[in-house]
């Protein structure tokens, strides 16, 4: 067990742990972080970003910045009605911008690691993997119905806020984009837990890749499937901040 007193954080924001069940471990247990970072979400920029970085350097001996960002093209390829290969170029844009807005926060890790998304896609494990997780989709019926009951549960809430945008007439694009991309994120988590044994800090809802059959062995699926480790976190404003200089949004 990992010594207990760390120093106290002093940014505008406090990262707290959730205890969540069958969601969230012990992260005492893991001497590596990965921050999942989804590109463009508010909680992983400016303050809270930088709030992160805090509280994981005292408390891990190395960190993963996993920037997740090429896997958004299927987002964009639906939103915003790009080809894969305009989509594909926006993403790295942007995790590229990303990254050189944040690098020298992270400056205070030791042991750093930054791995973009196609860096996964390029390991020796993933076409494998992939044809497994293919295959899975394919033969075993809870894999796949837990895939394509979170794609409709995410129609769902989006049809409701933005009844216009999701039309009953993009449903069938909505979901083949979907599939797509929970298809790669799956394989590539199960490569990032192949890889090195760490826990996934992330501050959102917890990612779906991290609950599919937690805990278990499958037949058929790739080794890393089932064998994350997950704690999700949630922040506060830090009442005794005090000369607090904003990073950038």
Known sequence: MKKQQFPPQKGLYILKVKTEKHTTHNWQDFDLARLQISVGQEYHEGEK????????????ESVQICVNDTLQRFNKMFE????????????????????????????????????????????????????KIDFLYKTNEEFKQSID???????????????????????????????KYLLEEITVFSVMYETDRGIDIYPGTVIFPA?????????????????????????SRNRHATNLKVVPE
């Open 211 to 235: 609950t599919v059959f937690q805990g278990r062995d499958i037949d058929g699926a790739p080794d890393g499937l089932g064998k994350g480790y997950f704690c999700r976190t949630d922040f």
């Open 80 to 131: 915003l009605g790009l080809s894969e290969v305009e989509a594909m170029q926006v993403a790295r844009s942007e995790g590229q911008a990303w990254i050189d807005r944040y690098i020298k926060l992270f400056s205070v890790i030791p042991h750093l690691e930054i791995k973009r998304w196609d860096t996964w896609k390029n390991n020796e494990l993933y076409q494998s993997d992939r044809s």
């Open 49 to 60: 970003i930088k709030a992160t970085i805090d509280w994981c350097a005292p408390r891990f």
């Open 149 to 179: 009951n979170n794609i409709m549960g995410i129609w769902a809430r989006r049809q409701k806020m933005k009844p216009d945008h999701y039309p009953a007439s993009r449903l069938n694009r909505f979901f083949s984009l979907s599939k």
